[in-house]
């Protein structure tokens, strides 16, 4: 061969690796401008997702579209999943169900690879999750967002045969329904009864915006029916504002009992739809919402990740597991206080737990976490209170750096404000989360 | 030298001086990606709470800075927020969200 063979050859090969380089140079304003969480174009690696909720669906779009040659497999039972947000309003008839239910094709159309079923086991050892159509799949990082199990029969006699006649509907979908068609064949003059757990549970202001939307309906459609809850605490989310809100909205219609009143129930009766507290007070209910104590979706027990409380410590820098090498966990599953268990605060983490999976697949350090969180919670549909926060890390510990509630003092357009940003919220983190957009 | 390797080694060294560069908008985009939860991927959703997608970073920033310091009229949830970051991450979220494309079709 001649030299300038040699020559000839080295620049054709040159100039078609400038060709593609510039190829690439020319998408970077489209690409380059968006949150590439630090994946290069060439990182390969297998990430499985378990949970297609707020915190895994979230996770799995945004490895993706930061290091799209990652093979990201999100393993989710349902084909359509039902948000817990919002589906207070559905039990009130302000929405459809429909209107609260997403899909996996936006995430599909991204390159991630969804099969519908359960992941029944994980073997960290060798790095395998068997599932529920008897294949499995293995990782080299594993990230679980498998959401709340409920502790039946924590309290007496609540059991999944129960949640038949009494139902919890803290979980979305037939539950929701189900309560949503009790509520609505309620006598005019009956009593809505809602248990609500002590901390930690999904959803802190959740118990008493469903109270709230429940007045409502009742308000306008069974005027002489009632809502008692009966609660395991003294004191709740946004409390102040809660009450506020009921006194100014719905009088005595909404009566809560606390811990120190004998809120506590220990035993139901879900076929007669009656309660017994601590003290031994028998409630009877017209319809009977029993939220129940909770505890990490039941994967992350099989992974080995949970500790005795039945939640999940994690690094607060990376969500993976404080127990187990390369599983990560986020969302309501985690131990992650002061953050919520929220929607918003497992999609934040989601993120987090991203780009701390493309850190260390590139071996370099992860980046500095950061969170945000506002829970958005209906007095009426008109009536919108708030809590928000941001989140850092200080001294090792997960902090807040700034937050707080709604002002007491707000007008009555702040609080039309608010109940509007509410469904601005609640499309942002659905597109931002499934990609739907309504 | 031959011809290819040099070229290489030219389209190379931009490459090492982008990798610190990378870090710190991969930091920035991590900052930002709370937002979407309210603003939308990208901080391109418009509706009853406002796309924040390719709007001037000065107007962004200052904006900003008044939540944070209590300078907005009918504020409700943003200085709260806006009180949680530096100045310094402030001017970067500005910056982060005028540099994206609101009209770009990506996911
Ligand atoms: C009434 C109510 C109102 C709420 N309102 C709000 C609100 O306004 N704002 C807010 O931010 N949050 C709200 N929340 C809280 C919010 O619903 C949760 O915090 C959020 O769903 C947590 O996300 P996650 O990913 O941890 O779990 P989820 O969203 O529940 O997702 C878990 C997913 O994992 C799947 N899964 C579980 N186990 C397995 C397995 N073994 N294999 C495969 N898949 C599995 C499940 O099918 C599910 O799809 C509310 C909750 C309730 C109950």
């Known amino acids: 061969m001649t030299n300038k063979s040699i020559k000839n050859q080295g620049l054709t090969s040159s100039r078609r690796d400038l060709l593609k380089l510039m190829g690439a140079a020319s998408a970077l304003p489209l690409l380059g401008a968006c949150s590439s969480l630090g994946g290069s174009k060439e990182l390969s690696a297998r990430v499985v997702v378990v949970g297609g909720g707020f915190g895994g669906a979230t996770a799995a779009k945004y490895l993706k579209r930061s290091a799209p040659q990652l093979d990201v497999t999100l393993i989710e039972p349902n084909k359509v999943f039902y948000t817990c947000p919002f589906s207070n309003l559905v039990l009130a008839g302000m929405r459809s169900m429909d209107s609260i239910s997403h899909n996996y094709d936006e995430l599909r159309a991204l390159g991630v690879r969804v099969i519908h079923t359960t992941a029944q086991d994980v073997d960290p050892v060798s790095r395998t999750v068997s599932l529920g159509d008897g294949g499995s799949v293995r990782y080299e990082k594993l990230l679980l967002s498998p959401g709340i199990d409920i502790r039946w029969n924590a309290i007496e006699g609540y059991d999944q045969a129960a949640a038949e006649h009494a139902p919890h509907a803290w979980k979305a979908g037939d539950q929701t329904r189900l309560l949503r068609r009790q509520i609505e064949a309620m006598d005019d003059g009956g009593v809505f009864v809602l248990t609500a757990p002590a901390n930690p549970f999904r959803c802190p202001p959740g118990p008493y915006e469903r109270a709230s939307l429940v007045a409502h309906y009742l308000s306008q459609h069974k005027p002489r029916s009632k809502v008692l809850i009966l609660d395991a605490k003294d004191n709740f989310s946004k409390q102040g504002l809660f009450m506020q809100g009921w006194n100014e909205v719905h009088g005595d219609r909404i009566e809560w009992v606390g811990l120190s009143g004998d809120g506590k129930v220990t035993r139901v009766d879900a076929q007669k739809r009656e309660v017994e507290t601590e003290f031994g007070t028998i409630h009877k209910a017209s319809v009977l919402n029993v939220v129940p104590p909770q505890k990490a979706g039941f994967i992350a027990d099989r992974a080995g990740v949970t500790n005795e409380s039945g939640w999940v410590p994690v690094d607060p820098m990376t969500f993976e597991s404080t127990q187990v090498n390369d599983i990560y966990v986020v969302g309501d599953a985690t131990l992650a206080a002061p953050m919520p268990k929220s929607g918003f605060a497992a999609n934040a983490q989601g993120k987090v737990a991203a780009a701390a999976i493309i850190a260390s697949l590139e071996g370099q350090r992860p980046l500095e976490p950061s969170w945000a969180n506002t829970c958005y919670s209906l007095i009426n549909p008109e009536y919108g209170i708030s809590v928000a926060a941001v989140y850092k890390i200080q001294e090792g510990l997960i902090s807040e750096t700034s937050g707080g509630v709604s002002a007491t003092d707000a007008s009555a357009t702040v609080r039309k404000l608010e109940a509007e940003y509410a469904v601005g919220w609640y499309n942002a983190i659905s597109q931002d989360t499934w990609g739907t957009r309504r | ?107």
């Open chain 2, 1 to 107: 030298m031959n011809t290819r390797i040099a070229l290489t080694l030219a389209l190379m060294i931009p490459a090492t001086l982008a990798f610190a560069d990378d870090r710190s908008s991969a930091q920035t985009a991590l900052l930002a990606a709370s937002c979407a939860n309210c603003h939308g991927t990208d901080g391109k959703l418009a509706g009853a709470i406002p796309a924040i997608a390719s709007r001037p970073a000065t107007a962004l920033e200052s904006q900003l800075l008044d939540f944070k310091h209590d300078e907005q009229t009918r504020a409700t949830v943003m200085p709260r927020i806006a009180k949680g970051y530096s100045d310094e991450e402030l001017k970067a979220l500005a910056q982060y969200f005028s540099n994206i494309d609101a009209a770009s079709k990506q996911r």
